[in-house]
Each structure stands twice: as C-alpha cells, then as structure tokens.
C-alpha cells in the first residue's frame, strides 16, 4: 500500500512474530514490496487480490463489467457487493483480473504461497467460486479462511475496553457464507487454516490485545490478521480508516509478552509456505 506499510510489515517479520503478509499488484508500494519480499524469504508472500479500490491490472477493455473506461475499479465495497449480486459484474471478467493481479506478482519474481482478497471479498461465494478456479488453474493451493466465528469474535474482543466496532457486525454477517465457501475450496482442493481471528478486532490488537488472543486459541491452524505499518503522510492520503491503528499492531507484533505468550502454550509459527 505504501512504503510505512511495507516497513512495518517487514519490522514485525524480521523482529517479531509475523510470519505471512500479502502484496496488491495494483498498490502504490508495489515494487518496494517487491524488494522487500526478496530480501527476507522466509517472510511467506500471497497475493492481496484487489476487486475494490483503485487501478485494474487487466485492461479495461478485457473486464468491462468490472472497471470503468479509465480503468478504476469499484470505489467501494457496497457499490461492488450491489453490482455483484445483480449480476452486472461477469465473473469471467473477476477471473480475468484476479489472473492478472497473479500474473504481475510472479512476473516479479514471487510465487504467491497464497491468496486472500482486500476488503474480503472472497467471502462472497460468487467471488470465492472465481478465485477458486484461477487458483487451480494458476497452481496456488492455499486460501485465506474468511470465516471468523462468533464464539471467536466475543471472546477475543470482549475485554477490549472500549466499544465494540462495526467488525463484529461484518464477522457475524458473512458467517452465514461458511458452508457455502466450504464447498467451494473442497471443489478446487484449496487449503486454509481451520480458524481466523483478527476481524471483530481490526486495528485494535495491540500487545495486551494480541497477548489476550495468543492466550485463547484452540487446537489447529489459526490465521490472526494484523495491519501493521508506519503511519506516514503517504498513508494519510490513501484514505485507509486505519492509521495510527496499524502501529499499535506492529507495537504487539514486536511485544516480548506475545512471544512468551506463544512459547509458553507452545504453539508453533508457520507462514502460509506450511500449511497442511
């Protein structure tokens, strides 16, 4: 996204806990994402596939449904969500974009060792069914589960301390998608982690919030999603609701409690690259 963000991430990875990240082939940072990606390959690096906000990869000629004739695509998610479930977006033109997104990242010397999308927006079954099939077709096998449990939800933002956001809301409205994404990733044999946190608490997991998580999971593979970064005027400008959120989530990515709290359960970093 910008530069503060890629060096946050790269910060949490070399002197944190962070073991996975994923780069936007249409962000601004895209090419000193890239620079870091390759200076640090232990670091596991997916693709952010973009379907709202800013510049398509494919021309706009080949996915007209999708962006308009300067080539941007949908401003916001409702706006998307609304034309994706009249059917005025073709998912051949999603398919098309999600294989060229793919295609720059590797084009610039990365495998993807998974996938998730900005926004979630996989957790729309028609959108997932797409990313579904450009995944086996390109090869990738592992995929963001974007299915955060209510149970989860409560018991990780509960004890916050300050008022429960809108993300529980949205935690609890695509929940009723997981049967459905369920049989999609079976239909083109992706993996994902059994369980995701990290939504209900967007932008709030500092150390003693992140601590607090470490110390609730369960058994299996759990994603918890993080935005780390710096917050500089690059940030500023590209009107992410997140700001000085994302250094309070690097501040618990680099926390010596949460890495004693990982090493006292005994609970095992991977990146997406071990999955399953």
């Known amino acids: 996204m910008t530069h503060g963000v890629n060096e946050g991430i790269v910060r949490a990875h070399r002197e944190g806990v962070l073991t996975s990240a994923t780069i936007m082939a249409n962000g601004a940072a895209f ?20 379907l709202v906000g800013g510049p398509a990869i494919a021309q706009s000629k080949e996915i007209p449904s999708l962006a308009d004739e300067q080539g941007q695509l949908p401003a916001s998610l409702p706006a998307f969500l609304a034309r994706l479930s009249s059917r005025r977006i073709k998912l051949n033109d999603i398919e098309r974009e999600i ?93 994902r982690p059994a369980h995701f946190l990290g939504l209900a608490m967007t932008g709030r997991l500092g150390p003693a919030a992140l601590r607090r998580m470490i110390e609730a999971l369960g058994e299996g593979e759990t994603e918890i999603m993080l935005h780390p970064g710096i ?33 006292e359960r005994d609970i095992r970093l991977i990146s997406y690259r071990e999955l399953n």
């Open 231 to 263: 917050c500089d005027p690059d940030l500023g400008l590209t009107g992410s609701r997140l700001q000085r959120e994302r250094e309070e989530e690097l501040a618990g990515l680099l926390d010596p409690g949460v890495r004693s709290a990982i090493e």
């Open 99 to 191: 294989h060229a997104q793919i295609a720059k990242v590797r084009a610039a010397g990365i495998e993807p060792t998974h996938l998730d999308t900005h926004k979630h927006t996989h957790a729309h079954p028609r959108v997932m069914e797409a990313l579904g099939r450009v995944a086996q077709e390109m090869g990738i096998a592992r995929v963001r589960n974007p299915i955060e449990s209510m149970r989860d939800s409560w018991l990780t933002s509960r004890n916050d301390g300050r008022r429960l956001s809108a993300q529980i809301v949205a935690a609890a409205a695509v929940r009723p998608m997981g049967s459905r994404l369920d049989a999609i990733t079976r239909k083109y044999g992706l993996r």
């Open 31 to 50: 090419e000193d994402a890239v620079e870091h990606a390759k200076a640090n390959p232990r670091l596991g690096v997916g693709c952010h596939i973009v």
